[in-house]
């Protein structure tokens, strides 16, 4: 009788229909983990895509070398790069990630880009001394595939880094000192990088890696205890130096020191800063055999 006379207030209610859980876009935490600890090599299927290279694994990427032909997989990367172009790759991709070309120094390397739905890219690389490209590209294509396939099937790998290891250093620790204003800036703070194995600190960065490629052919000198090598390359003047890498026989850990010159090419007066750093930060990183 009331629904009769109060037909209006006795509408039947609906549920609101229930959302689909559609496919979660991928972003770069959920397919890697932990960026300071990825095994980058666990993204690369050396006998599928190079047999017969040889793979290092450093802390932020990983260089499988055959011959002339050198793969690079890493490092992420979150900037904006104009040389970054869509690219219509034919393979499989998860959802919210796309695959994008580089056109920089493709005279003699292919780049691709994941990049994940949060906008974190990780960068693959293949270059040789040949002409090529159609091959640089096949093969860049290939590692695209086996990365993918290792993060879909979760196959993605994590180093360890032993005592002494200078992965295991926070490397804005040694950056935040009084000793580096003149270099840095005094007004400078320490910014972590994207993997927590490098920092920046106005002018200056470090950071801290395993070696792949040959030493500076510089004259060594020794700061801040250590055997360094000082160099010039463009803006920067940069200062190494290595140590024995804990658990990785033959090879050797890297820090590496930047010191930008904003105003033109670095020369005498730049290097004289980055020594100073080199002289300040070298000290405190830990040496394997010390307690």
Not at 27 to 50: H, I, K, M
Not at 102 to 129: E, K, M, P, Q
Not at 151 to 172: M, Q, Y
Not at 191 to 199: A, K, M, Y
């Amino acid at each position: 009788m009331l629904c009769a006379l109060f037909a209006a207030g006795c509408a039947k209610t609906q549920a609101a229909p229930q959302q689909s859980s559609g496919p979660t876009p991928l972003t770069a935490s959920a397919a890697l983990g932990d960026f300071g600890s990825v095994d980058y090599c666990s993204l690369l299927n050396v006998p599928d895509v190079a047999p017969g290279a040889v793979a290092v694994p450093t802390f932020e990427s990983c260089r499988a070398a055959a011959g002339p032909r050198t793969i690079l997989v890493g490092p992420l990367a979150f900037d904006s790069d104009p040389n970054i172009k869509p690219y219509a790759y034919l393979g499989p991709v998860p959802d919210g990630v796309a695959i994008q070309e580089s056109t920089f120094n493709d005279h003699s390397a292919c780049t691709r880009a994941i990049t994940f739905a949060d906008g974190t890219r990780l960068d693959l690389s293949v270059t040789d001394t040949g002409n090529d490209q159609a091959s640089r590209c096949g093969i860049a294509d290939a590692t695209v595939g086996s990365a993918l396939a290792a993060i879909t099937e979760n196959k993605v790998r994590r180093l360890t880094f032993p005592d002494r290891s200078w992965g295991r250093v926070a490397p804005c620790v040694p950056l935040d000192s009084h000793e580096l204003d003149a270099a840095a800036g005094p007004a400078s703070r320490p910014t972590t990088g994207l993997t927590g194995h490098s920092c920046y600190r106005g002018k200056v960065s470090l950071k801290l890696t395993v070696e792949t490629v040959e030493a500076a052919d510089t004259p060594p000198e020794t700061l801040g205890g250590r055997e360094a090598r000082v160099r010039v390359a463009g803006a920067f003047c940069l200062v190494d130096t290595t140590q024995p890498a804990p658990g990785l026989p033959g090879r050797r850990e890297l820090a590496e020191i930047s010191v930008v010159e904003t105003a033109g090419t670095a020369g005498d007066a730049t290097c004289a800063l980055a020594r100073t750093a080199a002289t300040s930060i070298f000290p405190r990183l830990p040496t394997p055999g010390k307690p």
